[in-house]
């Protein structure tokens, strides 16, 4: 297809796609039309899918000029993963989404594995100008050939530049710019610039641990340390870091984070992502402790990263499923989403430090609320959808405990599936059973409860649940507990119920939707 007749193609698609996202409710169609394909079955409201197809990690993020880039791993001709692109999608509130045309396709030096993007403001890389600095794109090479004879050098890190804004990109001609020496696992590069030193770092995933290089220029890379051999989660290997700084709200100390997806390993089982507390020099990363953290500890958030050129905001946003079965899922025209959009911030309690994670204000700024209570006795069980007299297919829901005891939260239909969310007092802990949420027999794991430590210990909770036609992100104790899980019924879970066996009082309870 011509470029120019792609990018119109592309460009309608993305317009009914944002058009549904503010629907609150299903509009059929007749069958094989446009509007019915903007609405496959479990195909999320406000939550990134590809068109079409197979996707995976997010890569590449980055704002720009006003407007958020989101690339991800992409396999074009199929939904099972495959020779990987760079897909591209941009936002200008990290809600609504505009397909873009694919921007990196795999080349004789191999397919194009997970990696980050940056703007080059000072063109330290020469691809650009002071008054038109480049962006530029870092990434894996994957040698299937390589990989097939037996070596174990075949990733390597090669850049690309884009002089445009992002619209097209070129490759660097000298690629790669970063050998392997030879180890199986060597990929996922996330670059940020270094201040005090006027220099680039990559964080890079090295089979079960981390490697810091850096460069004058993005073109040469010299190795600074390693971190992670005997610390932190190893189930599985280690990918799609990131090194990124919070401030503390209170005492205004920085600190840095760093996070390692591993898979598998998580706390649920397969994919996860862990993260450090510690401090970095330049050249080396210093943790605090050897506690381990997790972003989520939902099954379905993995490789998860942060935006480049925010500032001072900390953007993150993660893949919304788990290698476990991602490629089994039951969806036929695409497979995954992306978790919505998340502010990181740094906290430090009773309980020790933590980073907290929440839907961004943009997202808040795109809801309207359709029930709003105070004061809710829940003795027994309770139904919110009748009350509020909505259907409950894609809401987010707030509320606020101030007497906590065990409680629980049910989504369902009328054919008896259901996902449960309850909370153990005694515990301290929270348990998501999806195991009656409709088709689950494409792998034996998926039904397995889920476990989440909730990290306060205080007699009051707030709580806000994000729900699609086929997820739930659940944020705790302003997000220092978050859970994320996919699941498929065969009808959209429509009601919401809530039950308390000894009781328990909402001071307040309010129900929103997308304007």
Same mark, same amino acid.
């Given at each position: ?21 503010? #629907? ?215 990918? #799609? ?65 942060? $935006? ?14 788990? $290698? ?192």
């Amino acid at each position: 297809m011509h470029a120019a007749l792609k990018h119109l193609f592309h460009s309608v698609i993305s317009l009914i796609l944002i058009g549904s996202v503010f #629907c609150c409710t299903t509009k059929t169609a007749p069958e094989g039309s446009l509007a019915d394909f903007t609405r496959d079955k479990h195909r999320p409201y406000f939550h990134f899918t590809p068109d079409s197809m197979w996707m995976n990690d997010p890569n590449g993020m980055v704002f720009h000029k006003g407007v958020y880039h989101l690339f991800y791993q992409y396999y074009p001709d199929s939904t099972v993963w495959g020779p990987m692109h760079w897909g591209h999608a941009t936002s200008n509130d990290m809600v609504s989404w505009e397909h873009q045309p694919i921007a990196l396709y795999p080349d004789e030096l191999g397919y194009i594995f997970s990696g980050s993007a940056v703007v080059d403001n000072q063109n330290t890389s020469g691809f650009g100008t002071l008054e038109n600095p480049p962006l530029v794109a870092i990434f894996t090479y994957h040698d299937p050939v390589g990989q097939t004879s037996g070596k174990n050098d075949f990733q390597t890190q090669g850049i690309a530049y884009s002089l445009d804004d992002g619209e097209t990109w070129i490759k660097y001609e000298k690629n790669p710019v970063l050998l392997n020496p030879g180890i199986i696992d060597f990929r996922d590069p996330k670059v940020r610039w270094f201040e005090k030193e006027n220099k680039w770092i990559m964080t890079l995933a090295v089979k079960d641990h981390i490697r810091f290089y850096s460069s004058p220029n993005l073109k040469d890379w010299k190795p600074e340390s390693e971190f992670g051999k005997e610390i932190g989660a190893h189930g599985g290997v280690w990918e #799609c870091p990131d090194l990124f700084t919070l401030k503390d709200e209170k005492s205004g100390n920085e600190h840095w984070i760093l996070i390692v997806n591993l898979n598998p390993g998580g706390p649920n089982g397969g994919s996860g992502a862990q993260y450090f507390i510690g401090s970095f020099d330049g050249t080396t990363f210093t943790p605090v402790d050897e506690e381990i953290r997790w972003i989520d500890f939902g099954p379905d958030n993995y490789a998860g990263v942060t $935006w480049a050129n925010t500032g001072d905001r900390v953007l993150f946003l993660g893949w919304m499923s788990n $290698w476990t079965y991602a490629t089994v899922v039951p969806t036929e025209r695409w497979r995954s989403a992306m978790t919505i959009a998340r502010e990181l911030t740094f906290a430090v309690s009773e309980n020790g430090m933590v980073v907290r994670s929440v839907p961004v204000p943009e997202f808040d700024r795109s809801l309207t609320t359709v029930y709003e209570t105070a004061n809710l006795e829940v003795q027994g069980q309770i139904n919110i959808s009748e009350i509020a007299k909505s259907s409950m297919t894609a809401f987010n829901l707030d509320l606020t405990i101030d007497s906590l005891a065990d409680f629980g939260i049910t989504l369902s239909n009328d054919l008896g599936e259901e996902v449960t969310l309850s909370f153990s007092q005694e515990e301290n802990k929270f348990y998501l059973d999806r195991s009656k949420s409709g088709n689950t027999g494409f792998h034996p794991e998926f039904s397995n409860l889920i476990v989440a430590d909730r990290y306060s210990v205080d007699y009051e909770m707030n709580l806000r649940l994000v729900a699609d036609a086929a997820s739930l992100e659940v944020f705790a104790d302003d997000g220092t507990t978050v859970l994320t899980t996919i699941y498929f019924p065969e009808k959209e879970f429509s009601n919401l119920t809530l039950y308390s066996p000894s009781g328990i009082n909402l001071s307040t309870l309010k129900i929103s939707r997308l304007k």
